[in-house]
T-cell receptor, first 114, second 114 residues
Framework: GAGVSQSPSNKVTEKGKDVELRCDPISGHTALYWYRQSLGQGLEFLIYFQGNSAPDKSGLPSDRFSAERTGGSVSTLTIQRTQQEDSAVYLC????????????FGQGTRLTVV | AQSVTQLGSHVSVSEGALVLLRCNYSSSVPPYLFWYVQYPNQGLQLLLKYTTGATLVKGINGFEAEFKKSETSFHLTKPSAHMSDAAEYFCAAFLIQGAQKLVFGQGTRLTINP
């Protein structure tokens, strides 16, 4: 695609429910990142994929968070039993990999847990 | 731990004045370095990047940054601020040692006074 696409753009969910956030990276980009941006905060690293594998999962806040990437393309971030503190904008980015090239960001998914 | 630190969560300058946003990294091996900008209600876009070669890099909208290995810094500057520069600015580093990943500083909110 022309850019990184994230869906949904907005999600309101009840506390305790599970949510899935989707990221479609730019075609051909091997690296994919998930970040969380809370109000007034910076970008918190969650997880990084190189191809289908995730060399670094250290940023996932708890075992309620998981992510997968299939076919080296689409990625899904799943949050189980959502809590109010999970409310944030979840950003996805992709790049050609190797670190030298810029990461292109999607518009994000704004998650609100009520 | 390897990290990126932005000094000053808020910076305010007058229109026409010099803009200086500070960024320091912590890594024994110099990383690849980036500055991103986020305008209100928009996604992140790349301002400029340093990978190898010339240490003074020029980006979009008149911004530039200088990589100083001895100071582990990558400060962002613009000689004359415009009202349209008001935004959140993020410094980022792709760590090429250990777990390779793109990490961000906490961001600096730039306000331009008329």
């Amino acid at each position: 695609g022309a850019g990184v696409s994230q869906s949904p753009s907005n999600k309101v969910t009840e506390k305790g429910k599970d949510v899935e956030l989707r990221c479609d990276p730019i075609s051909g980009h091997t690296a994919l990142y998930w970040y969380r941006q809370s109000l007034g905060q910076g970008l918190e690293f969650l997880i990084y994929f190189q191809g289908n594998s995730a060399p670094d999962k250290s940023g996932l806040p708890s075992d309620r968070f998981s992510a997968e990437r299939t076919g080296g393309s689409v990625s899904t971030l799943t949050i189980q039993r959502t809590q109010q503190e999970d409310s944030a904008v979840y950003l996805c980015a992709s790049s050609l990999g190797q670190g030298r090239t810029e990461a292109f960001f999607g518009q994000g998914t704004r998650l609100t847990v009520v | 731990a390897q990290s990126v630190t932005q000094l000053g969560s808020h910076v305010s300058v007058s229109e026409g004045a010099l803009v200086l946003l500070r960024c320091n990294y912590s890594s024994s091996v110099p990383p690849y370095l980036f500055w991103y900008v986020q305008y209100p209600n928009q996604g992140l876009q790349l301002l400029l990047k340093y990978t190898t070669g010339a240490t003074l890099v020029k980006g979009i909208n008149g911004f530039e940054a200088e990589f100083k290995k001895s100071e582990t810094s990558f400060h962002l500057t613009k000689p004359s601020a415009h009202m349209s520069d008001a935004a959140e600015y993020f410094c980022a580093a792709f760590l090429i040692q250990g777990a390779q990943k793109l990490v961000f500083g906490q961001g600096t909110r730039l306000t331009i006074n008329p």
